[in-house]
């Protein structure tokens, strides 16, 4: 069976690593491009887009791909929904991979909001030096706001639209509590904005803002499409393949 990974992210990779593995099993893995030097999984590899919801489903059928298990970053929005119209066109089944959502604990300060337009407001009216950690491609959200410092970290040096006022931190997680800690006393950070990406690599930050008091602006995550089956991690989404496949 070939199976399509829409990836990007560490489950994606885990996932990928397994089928390469399973006997019968032909694993496409496709990542969107816009990190520069990827971590690439094993099996075929893909870069790019599809052409929206119509060329993802032609490129199924022409491919022969028996299953899709998006395992995109959980705010991947536009790729999770093409991929539900796509499978449903196209006749091939299709499951989401997602990783838990992160859940507030005793002492934190969250702040949840539905964007990174609300995100910008909520930040500035928090405070002055804020640590934005949303990744590269939503900058133009904050953009208008030069009363306020952003330190930004990112894989990738952003472009396009950017906050006046603002360093640039160039790293990749998994990121450690003593590094988090020192980062936000060193920078005198006094708001965290953050997606509720989940996950361990990059949940340190939100340990090391509850211990300084510092308050979170979480974005909440899209939904997932209607009538996509979840799964929360690769070991779950390997046996649905297998069930599914006989």
């Given at each position: 069976m070939h199976v399509l990974v829409l990836g990007g992210t560490t489950e994606a990779r885990r996932l990928a690593e397994t089928l390469h593995a399973t006997r019968g099993v032909r694993v496409t893995s496709s990542l969107a491009?816009?990190?520069?030097?990827?971590?690439?999984?094993?099996?075929?590899?893909?870069?790019?887009?599809?052409?929206?919801?119509?060329?993802?489903?032609?490129?199924?059928?022409?491919?022969?791909?028996?299953?899709?298990?998006?395992?995109?970053?959980?705010?991947?929005?536009?790729?999770?929904?093409?991929?539900?119209?796509?499978?449903?066109?196209?006749?091939?089944?299709?499951?989401?991979?997602?990783?838990?959502?992160?859940?507030?604990?005793?002492?934190?300060?969250?702040?949840?909001?539905?964007?990174?337009?609300?995100?910008?407001?909520?930040?500035?009216?928090?405070?002055?030096r804020v640590f934005l950690t949303t990744g590269r491609m939503g900058l133009a959200s904050f953009a208008h706001i030069g009363d306020v410092w952003f330190l930004v970290r990112s894989v990738d040096a952003?472009?396009?639209?950017?906050?006046?006022?603002m360093d640039v931190l160039l790293d990749r997680g998994p990121f450690t509590l003593d590094g988090e800690r020192e980062l936000l006393r060193r920078h005198r950070v006094d708001v965290l904005v953050t997606k509720d990406s989940g996950g361990a690599a990059t949940a340190p930050k939100l340990t090391a803002a509850r211990e300084a008091g510092v308050p979170v602006v979480v974005v909440r995550r899209p939904p997932v499409p209607d009538g996509v089956p979840v799964v929360a991690g690769p070991e779950e989404a390997a046996a649905w393949l297998a069930a599914y496949s006989g």
């Open positions: 491009g816009r990190v520069a030097t990827p971590r690439m999984p094993p099996g075929e590899v893909r870069v790019g887009g599809f052409g929206g919801a119509g060329g993802l489903a032609r490129w199924l059928s022409e491919h022969e791909v028996g299953a899709v298990i998006d395992a995109t970053h959980p705010f991947a929005g536009t790729i999770s929904f093409n991929a539900a119209r796509a499978a449903a066109d196209a006749h091939v089944p299709l499951l989401a991979l997602r990783r838990p959502g992160w859940a507030p604990a005793d002492g934190d300060d969250w702040h949840p909001v539905g964007s990174l337009e609300e995100a910008a407001e909520a930040a500035r009216a928090l405070g002055s952003p472009d396009g639209p950017c906050p006046p006022r």
